[in-house]
């Protein structure tokens, strides 16, 4: 599966719906969260549809480690050494867009655990 046409998140992959893109690689594309909830807020996701961070490492490792270290890059781009990566997987931990991808969050104290 390589894109899904009814995936919102495909379509800001493809430029066809506007994201506000802060960082691309090979395999990946983030963008700023429409609802921030953290001064940084971006959004990983592959460029591959698959519906979640486990079926994105089972058909693609290179491209679920290449999230990991693009997150990174873009904490990194805004000031930010320290930051939280989540991945929520199904409904009931929160997950609403079902392509992968990792929140990167940063710029304010992270409560422990999360809600
Ligand atoms: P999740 O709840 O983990 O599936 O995360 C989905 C995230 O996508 C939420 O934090 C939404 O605010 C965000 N989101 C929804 N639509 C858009 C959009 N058009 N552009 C950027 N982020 C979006
Ligand atoms: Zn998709």
């Given at each position: 599966?390589?894109?899904?046409?009814?995936?919102l998140f495909?379509k800001i992959?493809?430029?066809?719906i506007p994201g506000d893109v802060v960082?691309?690689?090979?395999?990946?594309v983030a963008f700023r969260d429409i609802n921030p909830q953290a001064?940084l807020h971006v959004l990983v996701v592959?460029?591959?549809?698959?519906?979640?961070?486990?079926?994105?490492?089972?058909?693609?490792?290179?491209?679920?480690?290449?999230?990991?270290?693009?997150?990174?890059?873009?904490?990194?781009?805004?000031?930010?050494?320290?930051?939280?990566?989540?991945?929520?997987?199904?409904?009931?931990?929160?997950?609403t867009v079902?392509h992968?991808h990792?929140h990167v969050l940063?710029?304010?104290?992270?409560?422990?655990?999360?809600?």
């Amino acid at each position: 599966m390589t894109a899904d046409t009814d995936c919102l998140f495909c379509k800001i992959v493809t430029g066809e719906i506007p994201g506000d893109v802060v960082h691309r690689t090979e395999r990946t594309v983030a963008f700023r969260d429409i609802n921030p909830q953290a001064p940084l807020h971006v959004l990983v996701v592959p460029r591959e549809h698959l519906p979640n961070a486990a079926a994105l490492a089972e058909a693609d490792p290179v491209a679920t480690a290449e999230l990991v270290t693009a997150a990174k890059a873009v904490a990194a781009a805004e000031g930010y050494d320290d930051y939280r990566l989540v991945f929520n997987t199904g409904a009931d931990a929160g997950q609403t867009v079902f392509h992968a991808h990792l929140h990167v969050l940063a710029g304010r104290g992270q409560t422990w655990p999360p809600g």
